[in-house]
């Protein structure tokens, strides 16, 4: 079930949203970066790496959304890791005794049964400003940024030029603004696509929460198709956007732009600035 997309870097894609789980060989074993969203998904790809005698030393999750934070126990007891502000997010909205109910309505229901919640958000949060995972493998760069969700990481291993994007930089998936826990949405974003573009010289590979994987020419391209959509949504244009329009993989997405953009207007009308 493993592909790999660089030297010492397979991953596996979920058929639920095409979830991405990059998994990172170390020298003793291997990290495993969002580990999937359906139970068996998670134990084939525990079987798969016991097959080949990789034990799992690491877990991270790029965001504290349920589709990253999920684990299973054939993955182990390894350390699981989040920013300080992902794992904070996450021990506050998991604090009531409903937690885990709430988050079972946001699942399909088609899946719900399969998706395993009890280890769900059991993460350690770095240090605030921890610029590396903490790991014996490959350097992997922790950028961290405010887009999408408190805290949320993408992560550059360097050595293998891979950027494991989290929810950005989606072939798939329009920008999803984090309109909760930020002052400046659109800011928040851009100046998050602002740190990816840092780094894309270093990037040929790039892989999405949710998407297919690009090549070194898709890194910018998605780069700029993103801000486009960010900038058409902070004018409340209508952005000449594949990933909503009657092409779009998803058909739910459509209306999510429209709340996206609702949101941002009303929000305008609150604060009286232009944006
Ligand atoms: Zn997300």
Not at 194 to 204: T, Y
Not at 268 to 274: L, V
Request: charge should be negative.
């Amino acid at each position: 079930m493993l592909r790999k997309v660089a030297e010492g870097v397979p991953i596996h894609q979920s058929e639920f949203l095409q979830t991405n789980t990059v998994v990172v060989q170390g020298r003793a074993g291997v990290l495993v970066i969002d580990p999937g969203v359906r139970g068996d998904e998670m134990v084939c790809l525990a079987n798969d790496l016991s097959d080949l005698g990789r034990t799992v030393v690491a877990g991270f999750s790029t965001h504290p959304h349920w589709d990253h934070l999920l684990w299973h126990a054939s993955l182990g007891v390894a350390p699981r890791y989040g920013t300080a502000r992902c794992a904070a997010t996450v021990r506050d909205r998991l604090s009531d005794a409903r937690a885990k109910a709430r988050i079972a309505e946001l699942i399909p229901p088609d899946i719900v049964e399969q998706v395993p919640l009890d280890m769900l958000g059991l993460i350690t949060g770095l240090p605030a400003e921890t610029k590396q995972i903490p790991w014996d493998g490959p350097q992997i760069r922790i950028i961290e940024h405010q887009a999408h969700a408190p805290g949320h990481a993408a992560l550059l291993i360097e050595e293998r030029g891979v950027l494991v994007a989290g929810d950005l930089l989606s072939d798939v998936l329009i920008p999803l603004l984090d309109l909760n826990d930020t002052a400046d949405p659109i800011e928040a974003y851009l100046a998050a696509l602002r740190l990816l573009e840092d780094a894309a010289d270093d990037v040929d590979v790039v892989v999405p929460g949710h998407g297919s994987i690009g090549g070194a020419d898709q890194v910018r391209a998605r780069i700029e198709q993103d801000r486009a959509y960010v900038h058409a949504l902070r004018h409340a244009g209508v952005p000449g956007e594949p990933r909503v329009g009657p092409s779009a993989t998803y058909d739910w997405l459509p209306g999510v732009h429209e709340r996206q953009l609702e949101h941002l207007a009303r929000r305008r009308e609150r604060d009286g600035t232009p944006g």
